[in-house]
């Protein structure tokens, strides 16, 4: 089956930037899309970026400028930079499959504070 491995969250200040990665195994992930979604305490889970085979992206309004999706196939791995984090982006970062979303790995916790 699928196995997501997310890694790089952390506590930064607001305005700065991190990026984060997941590892894929399972299947062929070069002609999969991959999404990134997170989800904040007593919140549903939210998609905020999105990459499908021909790498095209789609992200969600409120994070539309200030996050990038792209992955590298050769490693199996799509990434999420973020770049002017505010305190809002605080939440769990967890990667997935969008069209049928399967088990959800450990997630990377990001926390936006001064």
């Known amino acids: 089956q699928v196995q997501l491995v997310e890694s790089g969250g952390g506590l930064v200040q607001p305005g700065e930037s991190l990026r984060l990665s997941c590892q894929v195994s399972?299947?062929?992930?070069?002609?999969?899309?991959m999404a990134w979604y997170r989800q904040a305490p007593g919140k549903q889970r939210e998609r905020v970026a999105t990459?499908?085979?021909?790498?095209?992206?789609f992200y969600a309004d409120s994070v539309k400028g200030r996050f990038t999706i792209f992955k590298d196939n050769a490693r199996n791995t799509v990434y999420l930079q973020m770049n002017s984090l505010k305190s809002e982006d605080t939440a769990v970062y967890y990667c997935?499959?969008?069209?049928?979303?399967?088990?959800w790995g450990q997630g990377t916790q990001v926390t936006v504070s001064s």
């Open positions: 997935n499959l969008p069209s049928a979303p399967g088990p």
């Open positions: 399972g299947t062929i992930f070069s002609s999969r899309a």
């Open positions: 990459i499908v085979p021909g790498a095209s992206t």
